[in-house]
């Protein structure tokens, strides 16, 4: 790539590096990339450090220098940035979190933010950014793809819900960790003939909802995916349940559906039925990660190596249809998921 060049007292505008990417690209002037910098952004997910880790290792095997840019796009704007030897790497597999911490940092998107993060790639001399984390974190390696600087996306969010990809790291572990805590909650609604209510992560998205619910075999899921009326939806199930002879219930609420601490209260309210709300919440998102986890976040970081090796810059690396692949980055923030109706129906034929 052609280095962006600053005057500290004279930044250039977006627009105009803008412009000069555009002109290196339809040159074909692209360089081979030399030096790679490493971040994870937004909320942490298992399977992060193994992300991490693969990226490392299979970036120095390629002949590439690694360095870890710690807190996300905060410490590239403040150019906290160190170089990673295939050592810094060892015992990270199986940790959950992230060693180079992670931070939301909103105002990136702005350009400003974004010409200051350019600046410290410039500082450092690198060639070429990795980011691991969701949806908002790819917005921000968009914007300095389209200066000019290469970027690779990899998927990192418990909550499933980037486009482009059908798989996250770190959702296999969170629904894991959720299912764990749903069967310890249910072995104490039975005991005392409750109902329990438990609301789950997922942002705007049901995927970590629907999949613990059939998991642990809850009476009732709500997702935002899917409209609910309580009279019908809720109640009626506990009530045709307890008219059976059912002693106790677990509903589960996606946080993007709903508030447990209400739910609980209508149910109570409405049946008479003790009912207590319990909030996963951060729980969902720590812990070692599952083999799934830890293998999907290594085939991936190799993947986004490779497209830097065979200068294919500015790609989402993905897994589609159980394939590690990659697409445009540009493409992949503009696609849409949703979930399958035919697996909303199945969860409702098990309740
Ligand atoms: O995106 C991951 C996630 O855990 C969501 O499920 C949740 O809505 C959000 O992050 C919580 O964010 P924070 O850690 O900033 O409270």
Redesign the pocket.
């Known amino acids: 790539m052609s280095r962006l060049l600053y005057d500290e007292n004279n930044l250039p505008s977006i627009d105009s590096l803008r412009a000069a990417n555009y002109d290196n690209v339809d040159k074909g002037t692209v360089e081979p990339v030399k030096r790679v910098g490493v971040l994870t952004s ?4 298992p399977g992060m450090n193994a992300a991490i880790r693969a990226v490392v290792r299979a970036g120095i095997n390629a002949g590439f220098e690694m360095y870890g840019v710690q807190r996300g796009y905060h410490g590239l704007w403040k150019g906290e940035i160190k170089q990673l030897d295939g050592r810094s790497v060892s015992e990270t597999l199986q940790r959950g979190g992230t060693f180079l911490m992670t931070a ?1 940092s909103k105002s990136f998107m702005e350009d400003q933010g974004v010409l200051k993060g350019a600046r410290m790639m410039e500082a450092y001399e690198l060639d070429a950014l990795v980011v691991i984390g ?1 949806d908002g974190s790819y917005k921000g390696a968009r914007a300095l793809a389209r200066i000019g600087i290469p970027v690779i996306g990899m998927p990192g ?3 499933n ?1 980037i486009a482009s990809t059908d798989y996250t790291i770190g959702y296999d572990t ?1 629904m894991n960790t959720a299912m764990d805590c749903i069967d310890k909650l249910r072995d104490t609604a039975s005991s005392h003939e409750r109902c329990s209510v438990i609301e789950v ?3 705007r998205a049901g995927y ?1 909802a629907l999949n613990v619910g059939i998991a642990s075999g809850a009476e009732a899921i709500l997702i935002p995916e899917v409209p609910f009326d309580f009279n019908k939806d809720v109640l009626r199930i506990i009530l045709d349940g307890r008219n059976r002879g059912k002693k106790h219930y677990v509903v589960i609420v996606a ?2 559906a709903g508030n447990a601490t209400e739910i609980a209260k209508q149910i109570e309210e409405a049946t008479g039925i003790e009912s207590r709300p319990t909030i996963l ?2 729980l ?2 720590g812990g070692s990660p599952t083999l799934r986890d830890r293998t999907t976040a290594s085939l991936m970081g190799i993947r986004a190596i490779d497209c830097l090796l065979e200068k294919r810059f500015n790609r989402l690396i993905v897994e589609k249809d159980g394939k590690i692949g990659d697409v445009d980055i540009e493409e992949g923030l503009e696609m849409t998921k949703t979930i399958s109706e035919q697996f909303i129906i199945d969860a409702k034929r098990l309740s």
Do not use: F, K, L, S
């Open positions: 937004g909320g942490d997910a939301r969701g969010t418990i909550d819900d969170a992560m997922g942002r970590i946080e993007g919440g951060h969902q998102r």
